[in-house]
């Protein structure tokens, strides 16, 4: 049998749609999306019927759904209307059949409709046809648009009218979603998206029980989703971490008084120790994350956030470092943006942004700073020496991008305390001395592995204390560090896997040599590494080699501009073989013929000369 | 003799059946198939054509000198301030392009987000929208290969 009918025919068999009736694409929905159909709820209450598992939260089948709307009873259709990709609101037909009202600044279109469940309050106090909730909904992200897009000079989204669905949202626990309309197919990464809310804030669960006004939670949530759709403009490559980051810092950039972004801080800060700053998603940290992205601006300036962002934009997933999904990653972006706009590296940033969760010397929205959690111990030591015998252990392993603290009680019978830190290349340490109060950081002593706090004895034991910070602020999991305030420090060691992220990372000394993770030669070498090297035994320890001995000489290489050229010129044949192997190969091999043959002709005149 | 050798080939028989391989569920957690994953379900067996959903409706072997491919379309979902919203949702009816050395084939995905299909051993780039995949197809074999169609911002 002809191979090309043989597929043709499997294909063909497969893809023909399920010959199902009407009644069973209602149920095969219903089901889906936890709804009952009547003949099941019949069914169950007869024999019990096997329910479909939905899928987790809310799931929507949004593209299946639209396709064969027009098949579905009209029954099916007023209950799964809200799933369609695009919202059909309740008592419509179609995404586009709701009414409509196009904001004054002209920048969005709002979607509503007057019939329950989706309806907002119909309220009309000026008789102009619209409900007055339509009207405050367009005028807050009318002024949402004004601070984000023209004040703040971000890009607005790549559309004329951006819309915005009001449907309940209740049943799903969500304030809103920003949802892409499909991923880009082509080299323009900028995907137009549209956005869902609540259609009235009003419930408890969204005011948090009448601490927050509707208003209020409609606005912060106006601020947060759309710039998630100034993200997806920006690049459909976002990585989710970052822009839940920047969506919700910017809830406060835009509404300064509500607030309620503080109330996820307690979500991360006192876990900061294992919820890496790029970590996966999970138990809202995600949102709790927003004070990174203060401490930065408070660092450089409120551009830095935004630099990054149009950094993002310049970039592809096909030459950049990407997450296990495809989605470019983050941290490597702000670095460059930091390194190349500021002068500064996202190590140092993040060093001196788990530096102020001790301090606390905030220096914006100052008025705010108590809403923010107090940084919490990881152990607390009063018996001295501490050892490595003590409890807890001196020594911690922290994954990328984290920090923990460690907290010395004071007492008469130790004067001077002195702390010894050993720690892996990734690991960054300081000390805090608070006493009456007033906090101020213990310089490092010659050689930075050690720290000497003096009048320590007469501190008070209740009030004051020192503590020591350690950082890993690399994008490498498992950097250790030990202490102890004898000198007693164990051994370390710099971790050998590559860097956790999805994408590899790590090539030092190139990447101090061109100044850059993204530099595009350094993405050959990485690709070269994870292609050619980690493939096989020899080229891992190979690898587990090179992450030993490099970093240190990064470093020198990084402080040193005039021996980045050089670095650059030893490297050149390394990068030309990566990037034409088979020519490579020819010239080792014509090397080797000739190395051979100057080696044979030799020995023929040694052979010569003792006949 | 003949009781030993009837007793070998009984013992073959039964070692044969114990060892014969039997359909395994997989699901996909958002970034990869894991056994007994939650949603983006389908029943997996050596041989034979996958089948998309928590149980096996049909057995359809695969033809001979073929593997299976089973391509997964999903929408990303992430955050959730009151409640978490993450996960991947199925996408279906979206086109799926597959290139071998010297073929292309296209389909849709159906109701499930599946695209599943017989072909010939070999390497292929597996294409949604703008994302190609690089996957190799096993004699047998199934190839189960993810690909993200769109993302979902929850909150």
């Known amino acids: 049998m002809d191979i090309s009918l043989l597929l043709r025919t499997v ?19 219903l089901s889906q999306f936890n709804k009952q159909s009547k003949l099941n709820k019949t069914l169950s209450a007869v024999v019990g019927v096997e329910t479909v598992q939905a899928e987790r939260c809310r799931t929507p089948l949004y593209r299946s759904l639209k396709r064969d709307w027009s098949s579905l009873e009209p029954a099916t259709r007023q209950v799964l209307g809200k799933y369609v990709a695009r919202p059909v609101l309740s008592g419509q037909l179609s995404d586009t059949s709701a009414p409509t009202y196009n904001s004054a600044g002209g920048h969005f279109t709002i979607h509503y409709t007057r019939t329950l469940p989706d309806a907002p309050d119909l309220t009309d106090a000026d008789s102009d046809g619209v409900p007055d909730w339509v009207e405050r909904v367009a005028a807050v992200f009318d002024q949402v648009y004004a601070t984000e897009v023209t004040s703040m000079g971000y890009r607005p989204p790549p559309v004329t009218r951006y819309d915005i669905y009001l449907l309940d949202l209740t049943g799903d626990s969500a304030y809103g979603f920003t949802t892409d309309d499909g991923a880009p197919s082509g080299s323009n990464l900028s995907v137009v998206s549209y956005i869902e809310i609540d259609k009235a804030f009003t419930d408890p669960m969204f005011t948090v ?9 409609l606005q912060v949530t106006a601020a947060h989703e759309f710039h998630h759709a100034i993200q997806f403009g920006y690049n459909y490559y976002f990585e989710f971490w970052y822009a839940e980051v920047t969506s919700t810092w910017m809830e406060d950039e835009v509404y300064d008084s509500v607030n309620q972004l503080y109330s996820y801080l307690p979500k991360y800060v006192p876990v ?20 990174f992205n203060r401490s930065l601006v408070e660092g450089h300036s409120g551009a830095v956030v935004r630099s990054a962002w149009e950094k993002l934009g310049t970039l ?11 989605d470019i990653q983050m941290t490597p972006v702000l670095d460059t943006v930091i390194a190349n706009s500021y002068g500064s590296t996202l190590s140092a940033d993040f060093f001196g942004f788990a530096r102020r969760i001790y301090a606390r010397d905030w220096t914006s929205h100052t008025g705010e700073v108590s809403q923010i959690p107090a940084h919490a111990n990881t152990g607390s030591y009063s018996s001295y020496p501490v050892t490595a015998a003590s409890l807890p252990a001196p020594s911690v392993t922290l994954p990328r991008y984290t920090f923990v603290f460690h907290k010395f009680v004071p ?13 892996t290349s990734g690991m960054q340490s300081a000390v805090f001395k ?6 101020s950081e213990v310089a490092a002593n010659v050689g930075g592995t050690s720290y000497t706090v003096s009048g320590f004895g007469g501190m008070s034991s209740v009030n004051d204390e020192v503590v020591l910070l350690i950082a890993n602020t690399t994008n490498v999991d498992n950097h250790q560090a030990n202490f102890s305030t004898d000198g007693s420090g164990g051994v370390v060691q710099d971790p050998v896997t590559a860097a956790a992220g999805g994408g590899g990372g790590g090539c030092f000394i190139a990447t101090a040599a061109y100044g850059s993770y993204l530099h595009p030669k350094v993405a050959q070498l990485r690709s070269f590494r994870d292609r050619y090297l980690m493939t096989n035994a020899p080229g891992r320890l190979f690898v587990s080699l090179y992450y030993r001995v490099s970093p240190p000489i990064a470093r020198v290489i990084a402080g040193h501009e005039w021996m980045k050229g050089g670095v650059r010129l030893v490297l050149l044949p390394l990068v030309l073989a990566v990037q034409h192997p088979a020519e490579a190969l020819l010239l080792i091999l014509m090397l080797a013929v000739v190395a051979g043959w100057r080696l044979a002709r030799r020995q023929r005149f040694v052979v010569e000369e003792s006949l | 003799m003949r009781v030993l050798l009837l007793g070998i080939l009984c013992a073959t028989a039964g070692l044969g059946f114990a060892a014969s391989p039997s359909w395994q569920g997989f699901g996909f957690d958002g970034s990869g198939f894991t056994k007994g994953g939650a949603s983006g379900v389908i029943q997996v067996r050596d041989g034979y054509l996958p089948v998309p959903g928590k149980s096996v409706v049909r057995e359809d072997q695969l033809p001979e000198a073929t593997g299976a491919m089973a391509v997964f379309c999903f929408q990303q979902r992430s955050g959730g301030k009151l409640r978490p919203q993450g996960g991947a949702s199925p996408m279906a009816g979206m086109l799926v392009t597959i290139t071998g050395d010297s073929m292309t084939v296209a389909g849709r995905t159906d109701a499930s987000g599946y695209l599943v299909l017989a072909l010939p051993p070999g390497s292929y780039d597996v294409r949604l929208a703008g994302v190609t995949k690089k996957w190799v197809v096993d004699k047998q074999k199934t190839a189960l290969v993810a690909l993200r169609g769109g993302k979902r911002m929850g909150d």
């Not at chain 1, 199902?20 to 929905?29: C, F, K, Q, W």
């Not at chain 1, 029980?209 to 939670?217: I, P």
């Not at chain 1, 790029?278 to 709790?288: A, F, I, M």
């Open chain 1, 316 to 326: 592809s997933p096909g030459s950049s470092p990407t997450t296990s999904t495809g």
């Open chain 1, 272 to 291: 900061a120790g294992s919820v890496s700053l790029n970590g996966p998603l999970g138990n809202n940290s995600e949102y709790g994350r927003w004070i």
């Open chain 1, 411 to 423: 007492t008469a019978s130790v004067p001077t305390l002195n702390i010894w830190v050993t720690k």
């Open chain 1, 209 to 217: 029980n009448g601490r927050y006004t509707s208003d209020q939670m």
């Open chain 1, 434 to 439: 608070k006493s009456g109060g007033a906090v």
């Open chain 1, 11 to 29: 294909l063909l068999s497969l893809l023909l749609p399920a010959l199902a009736s009407a009644a069973a694409l209602d149920d095969y929905y």
